[in-house]
């Protein structure tokens, strides 16, 4: 069904993902493109009291500053609190547009995190939906990648919406006219160098063909459908044959032979992209290396985890070189560890290490050696506080943001 893209239709579907936030306030992503802008505007008149505008200044573009204060100066006539974020630059190589994006992220997880936003907005239309189902097809991509961008998922204690997944781009510039306002045009929209631009122009060539934005969105709403009932599958695999060990991982062997190869699949993508906090799966030439090395008995490898063979099962664990240094108490600490208890001057969050297990007498009760090594723990300088895994709690308390199934069934 499509949405309904006037201006009620509009409304309504922002004021839906303002219902699914709890209460609080919500961050809105703006560009000061008509999409984020849209998106802002229809957030403030729901909502004026929960918004809270973000902006993040690539400085790839000599306006981008301009840009940038352009939005803080509409936000400003409306009250609306807005903050903008400035990346340094990206390194040298790599895919531009996809290290703005991941930078892009991770600037406004970090706001986020500061000013208590729990949910963030992003305005992505049908179009998008489109030109990513476009982009995906020229990279053969599977079910994953065909299913288009998700219309929520959580990533490190942070909620993403894109209400406006169903409303094509068109709707929101008519909106945006009929309300005054106007918005930036991107010229990097309209560069051939970029993937995005080259889908969109190719999009306009399949017009005549009756392939429109809006059919091919609704075709990977069917798609996700179909996804959805994988991962809920997977999830549902992962509740009854997977349990925690201190932070790694106990699969059950013959639980994992006997799954149907593509949840197979997927439970093992999702076990390394859970327990590493990579963005992307690892390749399937790895992970089929993988599963033959799992069939076989051996133990293995596969993007920093460690797959060893222990009475009937497979202890999945952490690599020690992927796991995160020291991070300030009050941080998630390697991606994944919520630490809580009193906040004292100076502590930090790090890998308990062999040193501090020394101090725990009693971890044998509590998980094998090479996982709680790699536990979370709270030390001031060279002084154990708490190991929460490893039986010194202390007054702290250790725990996962998110469970595995959880994870499945929200990315």
């Given at each position: 069904?499509?949405?309904?893209s006037g201006e009620?239709?509009?409304?309504a579907?922002v004021a839906?993902?303002f219902d699914?936030?709890?209460?609080g306030?919500?961050g809105?992503?703006v560009s000061?493109?008509g999409?984020?802008?849209a998106?802002l505007?229809?957030?403030?008149r729901?909502?004026?009291?929960r918004v809270?505008?973000?902006?993040?200044?690539?400085?790839?573009r000599?306006?981008?500053?301009?840009?940038?204060a352009?939005?803080a100066?509409?936000?400003a006539?409306r009250?609306?609190?807005h903050?903008?974020?400035?990346w340094a630059g990206p390194?040298a190589g790599?895919?531009?547009?996809?290290?703005?994006?991941?930078?892009?992220?991770?600037?406004i997880?970090?706001?986020a995190?500061r000013?208590g936003v729990?949910h963030v907005l992003l305005g992505?239309t049908?179009?998008d939906q489109?030109?990513?189902?476009?982009?995906?097809?020229?990279?053969?991509?599977g079910l994953?990648?065909?299913?288009g961008?998700?219309p929520?998922?959580?990533?490190?204690?942070?909620d993403?919406?894109r209400?406006?997944l169903?409303v094509?781009?068109a709707a929101?510039r008519?909106?945006?006219?009929?309300q005054?306002v106007g918005?930036i045009?991107d010229?990097?929209?309209?560069?051939?160098?970029?993937?995005?631009?080259r889908a969109?122009?190719?999009?306009?060539?399949l017009?005549?063909?009756?392939v429109?934005?809006?059919?091919?969105?609704?075709?990977a709403?069917?798609l996700?459908a179909?996804?959805?009932s994988l991962?809920?599958i997977?999830?549902?695999?992962?509740?009854?044959?997977?349990?925690?060990?201190?932070?790694?991982?106990?699969?059950?062997g013959a639980?994992l032979d006997?799954?149907?190869?593509?949840?197979?699949?997927?439970?093992l993508?999702?076990?390394?992209?859970?327990?590493?906090?990579?963005?992307?799966?690892?390749?399937e030439?790895?992970?089929d290396?993988l599963?033959?090395a799992l069939?076989?008995?051996?133990?293995?490898?596969?993007?920093?985890l460690?797959f060893?063979?222990r009475?009937?099962?497979?202890?999945?664990?952490?690599?020690g070189?992927?796991v995160?240094?020291p991070?300030?108490?009050g941080?998630v600490?390697?991606h994944?560890w919520?630490?809580?208890g009193?906040a004292?001057?100076g502590?930090e969050?790090r890998?308990l290490g062999?040193?501090?297990?020394?101090?725990?007498?009693?971890?044998?009760?509590?998980?094998p050696r090479?996982?709680?090594r790699?536990s979370?723990?709270v030390?001031d300088?060279e002084r154990l506080?708490a190991a929460p895994l490893?039986?010194?709690?202390?007054?702290y308390?250790?725990?996962?943001t998110?469970?595995?199934?959880?994870?499945?069934?929200?990315?």
């Amino acid at each position: 069904m499509s949405e309904p893209s006037g201006e009620a239709g509009l409304l309504a579907a922002v004021a839906r993902a303002f219902d699914a936030c709890p209460a609080g306030p919500v961050g809105i992503a703006v560009s000061g493109g008509g999409d984020s802008l849209a998106l802002l505007h229809l957030a403030h008149r729901i909502a004026p009291d929960r918004v809270r505008a973000v902006t993040v200044d690539h400085g790839l573009r000599p306006e981008s500053a301009e840009e940038a204060a352009g939005v803080a100066a509409f936000c400003a006539v409306r009250a609306i609190d807005h903050s903008t974020l400035r990346w340094a630059g990206p390194p040298a190589g790599g895919n531009l547009m996809d290290q703005a994006r991941l930078a892009r992220r991770q600037l406004i997880s970090d706001w986020a995190g500061r000013r208590g936003v729990r949910h963030v907005l992003l305005g992505h239309t049908a179009d998008d939906q489109a030109e990513t189902l476009l982009m995906n097809l020229a990279r053969a991509a599977g079910l994953d990648g065909l299913s288009g961008l998700r219309p929520v998922w959580r990533t490190a204690g942070l909620d993403w919406h894109r209400p406006l997944l169903a409303v094509p781009r068109a709707a929101l510039r008519r909106y945006l006219a009929g309300q005054g306002v106007g918005w930036i045009d991107d010229p990097s929209n309209e560069n051939d160098r970029f993937a995005r631009a080259r889908a969109r122009k190719a999009l306009q060539a399949l017009a005549p063909l009756g392939v429109s934005a809006e059919h091919l969105a609704q075709s990977a709403r069917h798609l996700a459908a179909a996804r959805a009932s994988l991962q809920d599958i997977t999830a549902r695999m992962a509740e009854a044959h997977v349990q925690d060990c201190a932070g790694a991982l106990r699969l059950e062997g013959a639980a994992l032979d006997r799954m149907p190869p593509e949840i197979a699949r997927r439970l093992l993508q999702a076990v390394q992209r859970w327990m590493t906090g990579t963005p992307h799966p690892p390749r399937e030439a790895k992970l089929d290396h993988l599963r033959q090395a799992l069939a076989a008995r051996r133990d293995a490898t596969l993007g920093g985890l460690r797959f060893c063979w222990r009475q009937g099962a497979w202890l999945i664990l952490r690599e020690g070189r992927g796991v995160q240094g020291p991070v300030p108490f009050g941080q998630v600490w390697d991606h994944r560890w919520d630490v809580t208890g009193p906040a004292l001057p100076g502590a930090e969050i790090r890998p308990l290490g062999d040193a501090g297990l020394r101090l725990c007498p009693d971890w044998r009760d509590h998980g094998p050696r090479e996982a709680l090594r790699l536990s979370p723990s709270v030390w001031d300088a060279e002084r154990l506080i708490a190991a929460p895994l490893a039986g010194k709690p202390g007054l702290y308390r250790a725990e996962l943001t998110q469970g595995l199934a959880q994870f499945i069934l929200s990315h």
